[in-house]
Every structure is written in structure tokens, then in C-alpha cells.
């Protein structure tokens, strides 16, 4: 019985040298999957090399694979909905595949992500950020910290309920293609920054979201394909997306928050440490923060995470929140300390640290709040 018609849909440019090893090594692990109906799709940018013709080569020892053949190189974004289209309309595809066609990705993680969707899921990403994945030693540090950083950022500023919001491997049920913006129009980037929107989209959608742990392979003379322009461009996709729905962004909810907690800090610190002078500046940074995170805490329960699942009971989500804030209200010291004892009672330079202090901590507490206060 056939559970699932799959399309694993693979762009290519100038592949000669691999393409025809992929095809013979995909046809090994579909062989071992006979429940499902495997078609692959590869999607060429007229190639020079003579992609085109091992895939026609191939394609006679392979009746599955199917050629589409574009006039120019438009982006791996157009070349995926290229791929995406012909497989809904034309191949009737239950779900597609995303599949780098360099080397990088294994073709068995193609069955384990299916079968997530055999499972009920309706997005399986490969996931090189969760327990069993992996990205390879030899990259460059550079190279991991960027990737990771990606990850991280889309990760937060979008709330995406993923470890891995940039890996390329994914099977999408085609019952949810219907969420994506499959014409060109409607893309923010024709490049790799395609699939942060494409993930955002299916995120506000609420379908079934799973990770797949993947490794990542090494390449023959492996070079990273993403260059400083794909980085700024998927920096700036990510920040695009958060604009287009900033009255749902839950860190301008901690911030107007946090900006009450500020008001009520600033009134003692201003009083009791800059004008009274019952305590010192430092100390009034304390007191005033120990009352702001109290009333940011009730206000934060009620607005800011209200939707959102908690771990423990009320105190010790309390003792968590108290933990985190203290950490921003410790910088503050610092700072504040800091000044005092370098310049002294210097009215201008204890506000310039008590106001750097407040911005740094409003990015360390909301990254507590989310990820150990309020976590999921």
C-alpha cells in the first residue's frame, strides 16, 4: 500500500561531477521505502557544466526523475517554487522534500523526515541543533558561530518553536502548502533567507511542527555557500518579518513592561540616591530594581506571557523571574558602582551607566523570561 506520492525537489547549478552519484545513492535508500511513491524533481538554472544532460541520462534509468530545465539562474528561492508547483500540480505530491543536491544533506534523512509526516506532523525540518544532530568539525569557527547565531536570532525575534531555523532539509505536508507564498511576489528574498519566511509562515499557522536530528556531511572541497550579502539578507528578512506583525512581538509587550518598572526605579533611585541622599546611588539602584521586579513580574504573568505554558508552581516561577532580573539589576550595579568610583557624584555620568545598564538588561531578562521563566 502507498501511504504518500513524495517529491524531493533539488535546485542545481553546474552538479555534473555529484548529481548522477546522488541519483544512484537515492535510488538505494527509496528501494528500502517501498510504502511510499518517491519522485525527484531537480530544478536546473542552465547549467554550463552539462547538469542537464546527466540528469536526462539518468532519467531514462530512473523513470522518477523529472527535469525542469530554467532559461537563467533567478535564486534558489524561485527554483524552489518552481520545484514546490510542479510538484503539487503536476506530480499530485502529498508532501515535498527540500533537498540540497551538494552533498551536504544524506538522502536517509529524506525517509525519517516522511515518516515524521507519516506520524502526524505536517513540517519535519532536519535539525542539526537538537540531540543527535550535527554540523561537521571541519567547518571553519567562524562558519559555526555564524550558523548558530542565525538560528539563534530568527529564533527570538520571530518566537519560532525551532532549534534550527535555517537548515535547508525539510518535507512539507502539501495539505499546508496553502500557507506558503508560493509565487515570486510575494518573497522577501530570493535566496537562502526564503526559508526563515517560509518557517514563519507555517509557524503563525499553527501546523505540527517537528525537528528530525540530522548530521550534516562534509563536501569534497567543502566552501560555504553563504556569503556576507546571505547573511545580511536573511538579517534583514527576519527584521522584515517581525515589522509586518509587531503588535503580536512579545518583547515590545516586556518592554511597555519593563518601562513601568522603570519609572518606579528611576523614583527611588532619583530620590533616595541622587536628591535625599539616604542611601547611595548604588544602593538606591537595588532597592528601586528588588520593587520594579516585583510589579514586572504580576504585569509580565498577566500580558507579556499570559499564552504561554510555565514551568513550576507560582513560587518558583517567582524565584526564576527574581534570578533573571537580578542579573540586569547586577549590571546596573556595576555600572553605576563603576562611575562612583571614577567620577564621583557626576550627575550626568551615574545616568548615562543607570540608563546603559537598563538597556543591556532588558535584552538579558527578556532572553531569561523566554527561555527559563515562561519556557515552553
Not at 554540523?135 to 567562524?142: G, H, L, N, S, V
Not at 555564524?146 to 518553536?161: K, N
Not at 516585583?294 to 505554558?309: H, I, Q, V
Request: aromatic share 12%.
Amino acid at each position: 500500500m502507498v501511504f504518500m506520492r513524495v517529491a524531493v525537489l533539488i535546485p542545481t547549478y553546474n552538479e555534473a561531477g555529484a548529481i548522477g552519484d546522488l541519483f544512484d545513492e537515492m535510488a538505494g535508500v527509496f528501494a528500502g521505502a517501498p510504502r511510499h511513491e518517491w519522485h525527484v524533481v531537480v530544478i536546473d538554472a542552465n547549467s554550463p557544466d552539462g547538469t542537464v544532460g546527466v540528469v536526462r541520462t539518468k532519467a531514462l534509468q530512473y523513470p522518477n526523475v523529472h527535469l525542469i530545465v530554467e532559461k537563467e539562474k533567478r535564486g534558489i528561492a524561485a527554483a524552489y517554487i518552481t520545484g514546490m508547483r510542479y510538484a503539487l500540480e503536476t506530480i499530485k505530491a502529498d508532501a515535498f522534500v527540500e533537498f540540497d543536491g551538494d552533498g551536504q544533506h544524506d538522502p536517509r534523512d529524506i525517509v525519517r523526515l516522511v515518516d515524521a509526516l507519516d506520524s502526524g506532523y505536517d513540517y519535519a525540518i532536519g535539525s542539526r541543533y537538537v540531540a543527535g544532530g550535527a554540523i561537521p568539525k571541519e567547518w571553519a569557527t567562524y562558519r559555526k558561530i555564524l550558523s548558530r547565531f542565525g538560528s539563534l536570532y530568527a529564533r527570538i525575534l520571530l518566537e519560532l518553536p525551532v532549534y534550527d531555523a535555517t537548515s535547508g532539509l525539510k518535507a512539507t505536508r502539501a495539505m499546508v502548502a496553502k500557507y506558503l507564498p508560493l509565487s515570486e511576489g510575494e518573497l522577501l528574498s530570493k535566496q537562502y533567507a526564503y526559508k526563515l519566511q517560509f518557517l514563519y509562515a507555517l509557524s503563525r499557522a499553527k501546523v505540527r511542527i517537528v525537528e528530525i536530528p540530522i548530521v550534516f556531511r562534509i563536501r569534497e572541497h567543502d566552501v560555504s555557500k553563504s556569503s556576507l550579502k546571505d547573511i545580511i539578507d536573511s538579517l534583514r528578512v527576519t527584521l522584515l518579518l517581525r515589522l509586518q506583525t509587531l503588535q503580536e512581538w512579545r518583547f515590545l509587550r516586556v518592554a511597555c513592561v519593563g518601562a513601568t518598572g522603570f519609572v518606579l526605579q528611576t523614583i527611588v533611585f532619583e530620590l533616595l540616591g541622587m536628591h535625599l541622599r539616604l542611601v547611595s546611588p548604588s544602593t538606591a539602584v537595588v532597592m528601586g530594581g528588588e520593587l520594579a521586579i516585583l510589579s514586572n513580574f504580576f504585569l509580565n504573568t498577566k500580558f507579556s506571557f499570559g499564552d504561554r505554558a510555565v514551568i513550576g508552581g507560582f513560587w518558583m516561577r517567582l524565584l526564576r523571574f527574581h534570578a533573571v532580573s537580578a542579573g540586569s539589576i547586577l549590571i546596573q550595579w556595576l555600572l553605576v558602582r563603576g562611575v562612583e568610583a571614577f567620577a564621583g557624584a557626576n550627575h550626568g555620568a551615574l545616568w548615562a551607566a543607570y540608563l546603559l545598564g537598563l538597556m543591556l538588561g532588558l535584552v538579558t531578562n527578556y532572553t531569561g523570561y523566554y527561555f527559563w521563566v515562561w519556557n515552553q
